[in-house]
Structure formats: structure tokens, C-alpha cells
């Protein structure tokens, strides 16, 4: 009987990758798919998740006027100066508006043309309010005053006569002394004296 060659080296390799590959193999699949399994279910006591989308909780958009109280008419001082001691035959009357915050704090004011009221007269005749043709549903116009803070606008009077009601056909006003008063919130400026050439 002849001696056993030894095999070759090739043999032992396969041999080993069998005895310990395998096994390493075996336990990767089953824990993989024990993994797999656990993470496709719900846990006890997570309670299911809804798909549908989460709507944020709203929330008040802030603006700047936000808490700020309407100004009292003592904390107001208004002004209506004309642009001019007396203008030229044929052109309007034009005048700067104010409106002061005497306050030290901010406040609120409708200075829109619904709220404020212009009125120009000539000794007792009452010539021109802009109450008498106001348009229905003119804008208001808020103003936001810091303390000691002051609005100011144009205001141009087109030498028309007026009247309550709107009345047509009216006659001009003529030559002569004028005075202007703005009164808004219950507070009147110091008339504004003019003339008319």
C-alpha cells in the first residue's frame, strides 16, 4: 500500500471557507431579516403616525399698529396753514395740513376725508365744507403718530361754492377775506385766514 500524497494547498482553503463561511453567512441572513421584519412594524405603544400633512397652529400677523390706542383728542393739536397771504384771481387756494401727537406716546387717527371736515367761510357766509359732496365710501386714512410726531399733506380748495345736499350750480365765491377751519376727533385748528384776489 503506497503513502497518501498530501492535497493540495487549494483543498484547505475550501475546506476552512466551508467550516466557517458558512455559518457567518447563516447568522447575517437571519438577522437581517429579523431587522427587516421588526422595523416594517408598528412597536407596541408608538401608536400609528398620520401621512397627512401637520397645518402649523396660525398665528396673528403683526403689524405696526398692533396694541397702540386711538389718540385722545387732548393729546391732538391740528394746523391748517395756507401757502400763501392771498392768491391770484383764477387759482386755487392751497394750504399744508397737520397733525400732531402731543403725547409722548403713539397713537392711532383717521385723518381720511370721511373723518376730517374742512370748512371755509367768509365772515357768516358759509361758503365750501367737503362734507357736502363727499363721495360714499371714501377711504379712511390711518395715521400711526409717535409721540411729538407729525403728518402733514396738501390740501387744495378749487374756489367752488358748496352747499348741504350737493346742490348744482352755485355761485363762485368772489374776491375777499376767507378763513379756513379743519376740525378732526373733535378737535378744531385755529382758523386760517386767506384772501382771494
Known sequence: MSPSRPLPARVYWVRRFL???IPLIIVAVVVWLLVGR???EDPAGQGSTSSAPVE???TATPTDSDGVADCAPTALALAMT???ASFAPGVSATFTVAVTNTGEEPCLVDA???QREIVITSGTDRVWS???CIVPGTETRTLLLAGGGTDTTPFAWNRIRSAEGCPPDLPAPGAGTYSAQLNLA???????VFGLG
Not at 373733535?186 to 386760517?192: I, K, L, N, R, T
Open 19 to 21: 467550516v466557517l463561511g
Open 38 to 40: 421588526d422595523s416594517g
Open 56 to 58: 402649523p397652529e396660525p
Open 82 to 84: 395756507p401757502d400763501a
Open 112 to 114: 381720511g376725508e370721511a
Open 130 to 132: 367737503n362734507r357736502d
Open 186 to 192: 373733535g378737535v378744531s385748528a385755529p382758523p386760517a
